[in-house]
């Protein structure tokens, strides 16, 4: 089995700084793409930002030059740095990630998402 787990939300002033973190582990063989989403209430999930296995990243214009996500690929971990924090920013965090794994007598490659981790920006 594999599991994706957050941590690292709260609740923040305007302005502020939130480092998000997701750890993923099981019987991991590779990941691929691991991506952060966020889904506010009353909102659609959307992806926020997103790197590859060789640490290409992209990022959704509204967190550009404020949101930074890497990748420690020996601890199976990816995080996202969020600098310059807004109240839009507010909503519930998901780390999600391809994962190649060891299943009974054979190799899993699916899409796992985590549990999400409640960011709100407020004063």
């Known amino acids: 089995q594999v599991h994706l787990v957050e941590s690292g939300g709260g609740l923040v002033q305007p302005g502020g700084s939130l480092r998000l973190s997701c750890v993923a582990s099981?019987?991991?063989?590779?990941?691929?793409?691991m991506a952060w989403y966020r889904q506010a209430p009353g909102k659609q999930r959307e992806q926020v930002a997103l790197i590859n296995r060789s640490s290409i990243t992209n990022y959704a214009d509204s967190v550009k030059g404020r949101f930074t996500i890497s990748r420690d690929y020996g601890q199976n971990t990816m995080y996202l740095q969020m600098n310059s924090l807004k109240p839009e920013d507010t909503a519930v965090y998901y780390c999600?990630?391809?994962?190649?794994?060891?299943?009974?007598?054979?190799?899993?490659?699916?899409?796992?998402w985590g549990q999400g981790t409640q960011v709100t920006i407020s004063s």
């Open positions: 999600n990630a391809d994962i190649k794994a060891l299943g009974v007598g054979r190799l899993d490659f699916r899409n796992y």
């Open positions: 099981g019987t991991i063989v590779s990941i691929n793409d």
